[in-house]
T-cell receptor, first 114, second 112 residues
C-alpha cells in the first residue's frame, strides 16, 4: 500500500507580515537553545541562539524569546520575505553544559505567499 | 574558504551493500557529528566524536559505523545491517565547549 509520510506543522504568511514559530522543549536542565533554517535539499543554517540566562535575543530581522517557566521557545521573523520559506528547527543542548550534543525538534515549515 | 563538505550529494546502493559517506571540515573543529533525517522529521544523532580516535554512539547507531583517524575527517559507513538506510544524512562540526554546530550540505542515500 501507499506509505504516508509525517506532515510537518506548517505556517503560511503573507510577504511583509511577521512570522512566529513556536517550539516546546523537554529538558529543564538545558541551558542553550538554537534555531536553524533548512532549505529544501540543503543542510541546516544557523539563525540565532540564546542561553537560559536570557529571555530575549535579537538578530537581524529575527528575535528569539525564551520562557523557561513553560519550557517554550519562539522565533519571530520580521517583515517575512519569500527567501524565508524553509523548515525551521529549534534545538536544545542535551543535559546542559557545553558538550555540543543537541536535541532537535521536528521542525515547522514556513511558506511565504507573495 | 572554510567549511564542511560532504560527498557525494546523491548516492545509490543495492540492498546488502555497505557504503561510506564522506565528511571533511577545515574549520579546525574538534567535535564532529552524523545525523539522519527522514521526511517530515527532525535530525536524529547517529554517532559523534569529541576528539580524534574517539567516538560515541548516538540515539540510532545500529547498522552504522564511523572512524575518526584525522581531525578533519569523520566518515560514516552504512552497513547492510541497517534495515532502512534510505534517508538524508547530515554531518556537522563544532568547537570544543561551543554548542553551535555547523552543517554540511548533506548526502541523500537511496537503497534500490
Amino acid at each position: 500500500g501507499e506509505s504516508v509520510g509525517l506532515h510537518l506543522p506548517t505556517l503560511s504568511v503573507q510577504e511583509g507580515d511577521n512570522s512566529i514559530i513556536n517550539c516546546a522543549y523537554s529538558n529543564s536542565a538545558s541551558d542553550y537553545f538554537i534555531w536553524y533554517k533548512q532549505e529544501s535539499g540543503k543542510g541546516p543554517q544557523f539563525i540565532i541562539d540564546i542561553r537560559s540566562n536570557m529571555d530575549k535575543r535579537q538578530g537581524q530581522r529575527v528575535t528569539v524569546l525564551l520562557n523557561k517557566t513553560v519550557k517554550h521557545l519562539s522565533l519571530q521573523i520580521a517583515a517575512t520575505q519569500p527567501g524565508d520559506s524553509a523548515v525551521y528547527f529549534c534545538a536544545e543542548n542535551k543535559g546542559g553544559g557545553s558538550q555540543g550534543n543537541l536535541i532537535f525538534g521536528k521542525g515547522t515549515k514556513l511558506s511565504v505567499k507573495p | 574558504d572554510g567549511g564542511i563538505t560532504q560527498s557525494p550529494k546523491y548516492l545509490f546502493r543495492k540492498e546488502g551493500q555497505n557504503v561510506t559517506l564522506s565528511c571533511e571540515q577545515n574549520l579546525n573543529h574538534d567535535a564532529m557529528y552524523w545525523y539522519r533525517q527522514d521526511p517530515g522529521q527532525g535530525l536524529r544523532l547517529i554517532y559523534y566524536s569529541q576528539i580524534v580516535n574517539d567516538f560515541q554512539k548516538g540515539d540510532i547507531a545500529e547498522g552504522y559505523s564511523v572512524s575518526r583517524e584525522k581531525k578533519e575527517s569523520f566518515p560514516l559507513t552504512v552497513t547492510s545491517a541497517q534495515k532502512n538506510p534510505t534517508a538524508f544524512y547530515l554531518c556537522a562540526s563544532s568547537m570544543t565547549g561551543i554548542n553551535e554546530q555547523f552543517f554540511g550540505p548533506g548526502t541523500r542515500l537511496t537503497v534500490l
